[in-house]
């Protein structure tokens, strides 16, 4: 029954928006908790972010405009 829920809601999903699971259903959990945890499963990401969370907030600021420089499609949020 909450396999055909799960589907019923996935497939009414608005366009980009994260899928629906029987486990987010069920657990509660927010799809971006998930891929939140898929990306920090890279070890790279992890050092990076590790890296990062060690920087005062003015580098962590000109860390983000150098990676927009980087990849121009995510927009920086300095202000985060």
């Not at 699971?21 to 790279?44: I, M, W």
């Not at 860390?63 to 121009?72: A, H, R, T, V």
């Amino acid at each position: 029954m909450l396999e055909g829920l799960a589907k019923f809601f996935d497939d009414r999903r608005g366009p980009g928006m994260p899928p629906i699971t029987v486990r987010s259903l069920v657990v509660g959990e927010d799809p971006a908790d998930e891929l939140l945890r898929q990306q920090l499963a890279s070890h790279q990401v992890r050092m990076i972010a590790m890296r990062a969370g060690a920087m005062t907030p003015a580098m962590r600021e000109q860390l983000l405009k150098m990676m927009e420089i980087f990849d121009p499609s995510e927009p920086a949020n300095p202000g985060e």
